[in-house]
């Protein structure tokens, strides 16, 4: 059946396949990627101790040691006040500006890695730490990954619910195209049916045309996906330089984009076996003139 | 008394009654053996289009059996009409002909149905022309084809796969006498070879110059019997 003559309809159905299906796929590699920069983050919180801006360098290493003493203490580290400055200098970009303050006004920080992980545990720990006289400030790593890993499962899950429904969406589009395609062959389909061939015979074509129309809507959603890639991979880069990080944007792998056309391509079965099911029974191959 | 191992066609009894109230065929008995040439005669709308649907279950009786080959069709599932239309062939009088294919796709098509390859299609095609005389139209699509030319073509079709039993209703319908003549003597030579044929027609007069075996309905019921 010369059923893809029709180049119109079906390139405007492969851009609406492509759209669909080309959402959840892009926002799935947005959180790809947002969990791969925050890789660079290792699953261990770190406790930042800020010390008082105006603390000595005594008492500084009083609460060093304090804090090096502590049972639950796995890993200690000071950061002086110049070490901080000269890391922010080099990091941040706001050199000439700093390089124009009188004073040094970043205060020491211990970063303590503790032992004891536990949500319950940690707490208590800060709440130790934060009844000492010498501490200005406890600032913990781990609210923020927790809130960041929280966003994540959340946008997973706007992911997968905007799967389902644009696959339903999917389901749809190729269920209508392919119920048009019927109709418009009614008497093909009835002559068929009287000169003997079976429903699988009047079926096969139906669903051959899903298939296509899937696998060109996966392609079609590959390509779009492709090109907002390409569009945003420039700032990205840049953006990442300017953190002195050198990541590049993540894409499609081949097995992803192999799952996209299978994918696509299922979606155009089943959507073409449902048209089917439910249109070709309306046919009763009768034509005859009543004589 | 008709030997039953030879007996293709047999109505039992059978009545039809559509939705609606109207009754199109009512009590009709009647058994047709292999090999007969048969013509269903009535005026327009006593039934004789009704009685061929029930043959290739179109339609199911409303009352008593219809049996084809011996297999009882009014209790045939779905799946097992398209074997048994695949060995009967039909002609009507509006063709049900592709008019986006050509000739000889349209002609093809019980052939590529059952599965044939593509060489022996080609052959049985332009054999099932060549008897209706349209060899030389095979790339030609049927728009551009007389009445009696389409008509040829749908008894092509209807031949192609050399069925057992052959069904024409009103083949002539819209032919010239010329025309008509020569339609029947094509019937005549496939009844000479062994297949059954059964025409439903109101022309009498090519009934009475072939002298075959004649049912007559009127108002759904029979009203001659053999």
């Not at chain 1, 110049?82 to 941040?92: G, I, K, N």
């Not at chain 1, 934060?130 to 790593?141: H, K």
């Not at chain 2, 005669?41 to 199911?60: D, F, N, Y």
Request: hydrophobic fraction near 45%.
């Amino acid at each position: 059946m010369a059923l893809l003559a029709n180049w119109v309809t079906s390139a405007m159905t492969w851009m609406v396949l492509g759209i669909a299906l080309a959402l959840p796929v892009f926002l799935y590699l947005v959180l790809l990627n947002i969990v791969a920069l925050s890789g660079d983050f290792d699953g261990n919180p770190r406790i930042s101790i800020y010390l008082q801006q105006d603390a000595t360098a005594s008492e500084t290493e009083q609460a060093l040691r304090l804090v090096r003493d502590h049972p639950d203490t796995q890993e200690v580290k000071l950061i002086t006040p110049d070490e901080a400055l000269a890391d922010f200098q080099a990091r941040s970009g706001f050199g000439d500006v700093l390089n124009s303050l009188e004073r040094n006004p970043l205060p020491p920080v211990i970063e303590l890695a503790p032992r004891n992980t536990e949500p319950y545990a940690l707490r208590q720990r800060i709440v130790e730490i934060e009844a000492q006289p010498f501490v200005d400030l406890v600032v913990v790593d781990l609210a923020w990954i927790e809130r960041l890993f929280a966003f994540v499962s959340f946008g997973e899950r706007v992911a997968w619910a905007l799967t389902l429904i644009l696959s339903l969406g999917v389901l749809l589009v190729v269920g209508n195209t392919i119920r048009l395609a019927i109709e418009s062959r009614r008497t093909e389909i009835e002559v068929v049916k009287l000169v003997g061939g079976t429903d699988n015979f009047v079926r096969r074509p139906f669903l051959y045309l899903g298939f296509w129309y899937g696998l060109g809507g996966a392609i079609t959603a590959w390509i779009l996906v492709q090109t907002c890639l390409q569009f945003l991979a420039g700032p990205v880069e840049l953006i990442a330089q300017s953190y002195q990080d050198d990541y590049s944007l993540q894409g499609l792998s081949v097995m992803n984009s192999i799952g996209l056309c299978l994918a696509g391509s299922a979606l155009g079965i089943l959507g073409a076996a449902f048209a089917v099911s439910k249109h070709l029974h309306t046919f009763s191959a009768a034509m005859v003139a009543e004589g | 008394m008709h030997c039953l191992a030879t007996v293709l066609i047999r109505f039992d009894n059978v009545s039809k009654r559509y939705p609606g109230g109207k009754e199109a065929l009512s009590r009709v008995s009647f058994e047709i053996d292999s090999g007969e040439m048969v013509f269903l005669t009535g005026h327009s709308g006593a039934g004789k289009s009704t009685l061929m649907k029930l043959i290739i279950v179109m339609e199911r009786a409303s009352q008593g059996q219809v049996f084809v080959h011996g297999l009882n069709v009014n209790r045939i599932a779905e799946k097992q009409i398209p074997p048994l239309r695949r060995d009967i062939g039909v002609v009507f009088q509006n063709h049900q002909l592709l008019f986006d294919r050509t000739v000889f796709d349209n002609v093809a098509l019980p052939l590529i149905i059952a599965g044939f390859q593509h060489r022996e299609v080609g052959r049985r095609v332009r054999a099932a022309l060549s008897k209706v005389g349209l060899t030389d139209k095979e790339r030609v699509l049927p728009i551009a084809l007389s009445g009696g030319e389409q008509q040829r073509v749908g008894i092509a079709r209807a031949v192609v796969n050399r069925p057992q039993l052959l069904l024409a209703d009103e083949p002539t319908g819209n032919l010239d006498p010329g025309l008509s003549a020569e339609i029947m003597k094509l019937f005549h030579q496939f009844n000479q070879v062994g297949v059954t044929v059964m025409i439903a027609t109101h022309d009498l007069e090519l009934v009475s110059r072939l002298k075959k075996r004649e049912l007559q309905l009127h108002e759904g019921r029979l009203v001659n019997h053999e």
